[in-house]
């Protein structure tokens, strides 16, 4: 199957502070990239969906103004924590859909833990 | 909108079988199966399109009926390694402004013991 990479897999920042995840498809192009978060023991939840050259679609309720997203390539996508706080503590997981097998499978990212203190 | 995953939690032994079932309250284009491991993302499973598909790997086969808007996952004669959370996730059919996304269900827990 397609590879999509994370990084970084684990930060840690001070409360206030901004941090950047970078999402790469490695081996498709990736028109849409899509950016989820998880708290523990629940299911996955959609925060947006990043857009090659043009500007993400949020879901509602997510702060488009704290969660900045910017799709540069057709191989990566990136997600800006701003002003983190605590609450913003999750896995965030980056996925794309490989359309060129036909089906679309959609391939998740690693993952990226992010502890605000 | 997010689809329904049945059974919440499963507990097997080695060898046993497992059916999840996934229903959606809307008509869907595709199905799409994870499995994920403590502390890991989501591995990709398996991709079911409008149609009315059953496709099958190795011990894990799927089917998914359009009609009924429900897909169910079945894992035959299972492994200590199939443990872990499963998530169908639904593509709804007509595009729009959900083209591409996928709404995950709750998710079921399996437990395989020795």
């Known amino acids: 199957g397609a590879v999509v990479s994370q990084h970084p897999s684990w930060v840690i920042c001070k409360s206030g502070t901004s941090v950047k995840i970078e999402c790469r498809s490695l081996?498709?192009?990736?028109?849409?990239m899509f950016w989820y978060r998880q708290f523990p023991k629940q299911s996955l939840m959609l925060m947006a969906t990043?857009?090659?050259?043009?500007?993400?679609t949020y879901e509602q309720g997510v702060e488009k103004d704290k969660f900045l997203i910017n799709h540069a390539s057709l191989t990566l996508s990136t997600l800006t924590v701003t002003s983190a706080h605590p609450e913003d503590s999750s896995f965030y997981i980056c996925?794309?859909?490989?359309w060129g097998t036909g089906g679309g499978e959609q391939y998740f990212g690693p993952g990226t833990r992010l502890t605000v203190t | 909108q997010q689809p329904v995953q049945s059974p919440q939690a499963v507990i097997l032994r080695e060898g046993e079988d497992a059916v999840i079932n996934c229903s959606s309250s809307k008509a869907l284009y595709s199905v799409h199966w994870y499995r994920q491991k403590h502390g890991e993302a989501p591995v990709f499973l398996m991709i079911?399109?409008?149609?009315?598909e059953q496709k099958g790997h190795e011990k894990i086969s799927a089917s998914f009926n359009e009609k009924k808007q429900q897909s169910s996952l079945y894992l035959t004669a299972s492994q200590l390694s199939y443990s872990g959370t499963y998530f169908c996730g639904t593509e709804i059919a007509g595009g729009g402004t959900s083209y591409g996304k996928l709404t995950f269900g709750q998710g079921t827990i399996l437990t395989v013991h020795p």
């Open positions: 990043s857009n090659e050259g043009s500007k993400a």
């Open positions: 081996d498709f192009q990736a028109t849409t």
């Open positions: 996925s794309a859909r490989d």
């Open positions: 079911l399109l409008k149609g009315g």
